[in-house]
């Protein structure tokens, strides 16, 4: 069955803490991965994305993620947070085809300023 | 930058009234989606539409739900007969064929 996971449902940082939001998927055949972000009050918005090729991908406000086959992981990681992170993340996975999107639970990530 | 938007952004309604959301896909965009969030659980998928047809749609997807799209510019939602489970985030999103999905807003739908 297609899935994906998200380990963390409320992680809560420090400003300048490193962040990285876990996310393993299950799903045949080949996978589109993302991740979005929903700060307060707005919509899902896109931060990166992985199709193919280099498996580190690098997104807007310094996020990146990083694609393990082996692991069946996408985790999305930051190297120092700021307060403006304040937000809900998803990770989602898609065939390469595209189609619909399979979210994770989501993880509220708090930053302390 | 093009947005999907999506009217209402609330609406409050009694367990049994039909209700209509009403987004409006980013102008190029060919495919189009509809999601919800029940307050605490994951979002999920519901429907997605191409070329004035349904292209897939979830097992939550029942006979109560129908999309359509009126015009050259908006994608709906209709729910016929609300029910309280019904309560939830809709949001709807689109995309350029196997691209990335751009998300609404999103409407808090509230069933009484």
């Known amino acids: 069955a297609q899935s994906v996971s998200q380990h963390n449902h409320h992680v809560i940082l420090s400003e300048a803490a490193s962040l990285e939001l876990g996310c393993n998927y299950s799903y045949g055949g080949t996978v589109n991965l993302f991740w979005y972000v929903q700060y307060p009050g707005q919509h899902l918005q896109l931060l990166l994305k992985y199709f193919s090729g280099d498996p580190l991908v690098k997104g807007i406000k310094g996020f990146e993620a990083e694609f393990i086959k082996s692991k069946f992981s996408f985790n999305l990681r930051k190297p120092s947070v700021q307060w403006s992170d304040t937000a809900e993340y998803f990770c989602?996975?898609?065939?390469?085809?595209?189609?619909?999107?399979?979210f994770g639970q989501g993880t509220e990530l708090s930053v302390k300023p | 930058e093009p947005e999907v938007t999506q009217t209402p952004s609330h609406q409050v309604t009694q367990m049994g009234q039909e209700v209509i959301l009403r987004c409006v896909p980013i102008s190029n965009h060919l495919y189009f989606y509809w999601y919800r969030q029940i307050l605490g659980q994951k979002v999920e998928f519901l429907v997605s539409f191409y070329n004035n047809e349904i292209s897939e749609k979830s097992e939550i997807f029942d006979d109560q739900f129908s999309v359509e799209r009126p015009d050259g510019s908006n994608f709906t939602l209709k729910i016929r007969s609300t029910k309280l489970e019904d309560s939830a985030m809709y949001f709807c999103?689109?995309?350029?064929?196997?691209?990335?999905?751009?998300f609404g807003p999103g409407t808090r739908l509230l069933v009484l």
């Open positions: 989602a996975a898609r065939g390469n085809q595209g189609g619909k999107l399979i």
């Open positions: 999103a689109s995309s350029v064929v196997s691209e990335t999905q751009y």
